[in-house]
């Protein structure tokens, strides 16, 4: 199958700095890209749709100056979570594919001190 | 407001013997049904999926029934290994609702020697 991949696995930070996580699919373009984040022992949240070359689309209760998407290519889309709290640390996965299908990342464990 | 339930968030069951996971939905929009694995820490994998026009679909040790009317999708796994144990998450699309996936609450399975 489609391979997609995230950078960094696992990122550790302090409460008020940014991170920037990578999503690239290696093996085909998507122009939609998905961003999604699990709590333990949860369910995986959409928390919005990065489109190539125009604004994400964020689900409601995800803020959008908080969590920034730049889907700058056909291969590739960025999350930055800006000015990260203990609250922002979570499981963050994305997606990629087309209707009937979507291939995710391994996804990136951001842990906020 | 979760559109797609699973209602069991664990499952054990005997090597060699049935697993039977079981996903609900609400939304009747949805028209294409998908069940993920995912390891800890890791990018759910697709096992199998259904569209709305069929009630089964099987490939391999693994079937998906749908029944629309109830609103319910049930994932077989037979005969069942120890390699399986992870969780499952149903997952629901919609046409024409861009892609995006709305997934379950997980169910962990735990085949046993």
């Known amino acids: 199958g489609a391979v997609v991949s995230q950078h960094p696995s696992r990122v550790i930070c302090k409460s008020g700095t940014s991170v920037k996580i990578e999503c690239r699919s290696l093996?085909?373009?998507?122009?939609?890209m998905f961003w999604y984040r699990q709590f333990p022992k949860q369910s995986l949240m959409l928390m919005a749709t990065?489109?190539?070359?125009?604004?994400?689309?964020?689900e409601q209760g995800v803020e959008k100056d908080k969590f920034l998407i730049n889907h700058a290519s056909l291969t590739l889309s960025t999350l930055t979570v800006t000015s990260a709290h203990p609250e922002d640390s979570s499981f963050y996965i994305c997606?990629?594919?087309?209707?009937?299908?979507?291939?995710f990342g391994p996804g990136t464990r951001l842990t906020v001190l | 407001d979760q559109q797609v339930k699973q209602n069991s968030p664990s499952l054990s069951v005997q090597e060699g013997r049935i697993s039977i996971l079981n996903c609900d939905y609400t939304?009747?929009?949805?028209?294409?049904f998908l069940w993920y694995k995912k390891y800890p820490a890791e990018g759910p994998t697709f096992l199998i999926s259904?569209?709305?026009?069929?009630d089964k679909n099987e490939d391999g040790r693994f079937t998906v029934f749908l029944n629309k009317s109830a609103k319910h999708l049930s994932l077989h796994i037979v005969p069942s290994q120890p390699g399986d144990s992870a969780v499952y998450f149903c997952?629901?699309?919609?046409?024409?609702?861009?892609?995006?996936?709305?997934f379950g609450t997980g169910t962990q399975l735990k085949v046993e020697l």
């Open positions: 093996d085909f373009q998507a122009t939609t």
């Open positions: 997952a629901a699309s919609a046409t024409g609702g861009g892609n995006k996936l709305t």
């Open positions: 939304n009747s929009m949805f028209d294409y």
């Open positions: 259904i569209s709305s026009i069929k």
């Open positions: 997606s990629a594919g087309g209707t009937r299908e979507q291939f």
């Open positions: 990065s489109n190539e070359g125009s604004k994400a689309t964020y």
